[in-house]
């Protein structure tokens, strides 16, 4: 059977061409990203898998119901690129894969947050100004004596949870659809806000969360917070955090997503640096830690996002259903 798979990475290829081979199907692989004008190299394929960060418009889905292609099975988690809606219009189904790896994005986090908090980017800065002495004076703070505020606890969620109270941290959660049954100290997001020393979000990047961290937001939080996203740059209104960086209320930031990230992320390297002025100005805070949004990178998530991906394609085409089938009506309420 021919399948396609654009936004095809180089760490991506050889496990497509092994799936491929794996089990005798033909694999056409684009690097381009899937848009109305490349699909058309899709021809005759039954299913196309795809990892993009830039937009699946409804136009795109009309042009592969022309094609007649209806499954397009993607190899991330986040659907806040996807117009859902426009899928189902032109009866196209498409899959996610929901749980590559997500203790890689959970891991990464508290990485940033333990940078954060022995104040490793200032004494980098002083060893590299060749101030041996200057680096022995910024003293740390202890996860585990430390409370912090987990906003979200879904997959990624529950296992920054898990690894924060493995230091033996007070973990404070906030999410509008708790855990049934759990242990999770949930308080509403006033209260996580007003008492914790770390914050570390966890939910989609949907339009109603846009901002949820706002000026507001930065005035409850507790003097010298620290605060880290993996999850979506809009979550974090980021001229707000610059203006509490600037002013010392927050002591430290991670960022892997950034709000004005590139939208095509994942192309990065064919276009150069960045070039946006509060990314610069945050690259030249030795309190802030950014990074060019890869928490998911490891060599465990590549594989899962292939493997799990083509079996939600291959689901669809040979049993009709595919495991992670998304629904424009379910990401409403996630
Ligand atoms: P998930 O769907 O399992 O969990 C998300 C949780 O957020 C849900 O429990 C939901 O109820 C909650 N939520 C929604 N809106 C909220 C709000 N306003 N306040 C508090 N909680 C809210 O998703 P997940 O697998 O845990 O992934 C979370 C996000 O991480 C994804 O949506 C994606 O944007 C991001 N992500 C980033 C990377 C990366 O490489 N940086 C990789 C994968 C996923
Ligand atoms: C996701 O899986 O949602 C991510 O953020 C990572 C992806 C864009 C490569």
Excluded at 45 to 71: E, H
Excluded at 221 to 233: D, F, L, P, S, Y
Aim: proline share 3%.
């Amino acid at each position: 059977m021919k399948l396609a798979s654009f936004g095809t990475r180089v760490d991506e290829g050889p496990f497509l061409q092994e799936w491929a081979k794996r089990t005798g199907n033909e694999m056409l692989i684009f690097t381009e990203t899937l848009n109305e004008d490349t699909v058309a190299k899709a021809a005759g394929v039954k299913g196309i898998t795809c990892l993009q960060t830039v937009p699946y418009s409804a136009a795109l889905f009309q042009k592969m119901a022309d094609m007649g292609i209806k499954f397009l099975s993607i190899r991330n988690v986040g659907l806040d690129n996807i117009d859902l809606e426009g899928a189902a219009a032109a009866g196209v189904r498409v899959s996610n894969v929901p749980a590559y790896s997500p203790s890689a994005i959970a891991e990464f986090a508290v990485t940033l947050t333990m940078h954060l908090a022995r104040n490793l980017g200032q004494v980098e800065q002083h060893l590299r100004d060749n101030d041996y002495n200057g680096a022995m004076h910024y003293m740390g703070r202890e996860i585990g004596q430390s409370t912090v505020g987990v906003v979200g606890t879904g997959r990624i969620g529950r296992e920054a949870i898990r690894i924060f109270r493995g230091f033996g941290a007070k973990v404070l959660c906030y999410d509008p659809y708790p855990v049934a049954d759990s242990d999770y100290d949930y308080v509403s997001l006033d209260e996580l806000l007003a008492n914790s020393d770390i914050i570390d979000l966890h939910v989609p990047g949907l339009p109603q969360n846009t901002h949820m961290i706002n000026a507001d937001s930065f005035a409850k939080m507790k003097q010298g917070v620290i605060i880290v996203n993996t999850a979506r740059g809009n979550l974090i209104d980021t001229k707000a955090l610059l203006d509490n960086l600037r002013s010392g209320k927050v002591a430290g930031a991670g960022i892997d997503t950034f709000e004005f990230e590139e939208q095509d992320l994942l192309n990065l390297e064919k276009k150069g640096s960045l070039n946006d002025p509060v990314w610069d100005e945050m690259m030249q805070m030795p309190n802030v830690v950014l990074s060019p949004h890869i928490a998911y990178f490891t060599a465990t998530a590549v594989r899962n996002m292939v493997e799990f991906s083509m079996e939600n394609l291959m689901g669809f085409i040979n049993d009709g259903q595919a495991k992670n089938e998304v629904q424009a009506k379910a990401e409403a309420t996630k």
